[in-house]
């Protein structure tokens, strides 16, 4: 499984291509891997960026959930899944994602390229530079969350 770490700020040049920065590259060719999957994200104004082998174990999270009689449920796996679009990268690490899914998250010029784990956050420069938190909120938020369950824990390994 890939793991992505860092922050990118990079350019669509006039076909609208981006240049992979070399860090990621770097995590996919230890992959073997140069295709991803790419689709909006359902929460925020974002697109996510899987990698190929990590969209596969994904939907096929998803899909062991879904009841192949259920027309609903069907329907929402369907449309889940048609909303993505494979890219792959070239030699020079670019790579060109539809704009279709651009288009959905107002894309101009400018991107930023989020490492979260598994997969790459594609985000406006403009959106992500205003959807931020500063450190004190990320921490008062992460006690919340964890804070407790973190303390326990060490108290059952002493």
């Known amino acids: ?13 006039a076909k609208g291509r981006i240049v992979l920065p070399s860090i ?7 992959m073997k891997e140069n295709r991803f999957v790419v689709r909006k994200d359902l929460y925020t104004n974002c697109l ?5 082998p990590d ?3 994904h939907v096929h999270d998803i899909r062991s959930k879904v009841n192949v009689y259920d027309k609903n449920q069907n329907m929402v796996y369907r449309q889940y899944v048609r909303a993505a679009a494979e890219v792959s990268y070239d030699a020079n690490g670019r790579m060109l994602i539809p704009k279709r899914l651009m288009d959905k998250i ?29 450190d ?3 921490a008062a ?16 390994d002493e």
């Open 1 to 13: 499984m890939a793991t992505f770490i860092g922050d990118f700020v990079c350019k669509a040049d």
């Open 24 to 30: 990621f590259k770097k995590v996919m060719n230890a």
């Open 48 to 52: 996510l960026v899987y990698p190929y």
């Open 55 to 57: 969209w596969e174990a």
């Open 106 to 134: 107002a894309v101009e010029k400018e991107v930023v390229l989020v490492g979260v784990d598994n997969k790459i956050e594609l985000w406006s420069k403009a959106e992500f530079e205003n959807g931020g938190m500063d």
């Open 136 to 138: 004190d909120e990320l």
């Open 141 to 156: 938020k992460m006690q919340t969350f964890w804070g407790e369950n973190i303390n326990e824990d060490r108290k059952e």
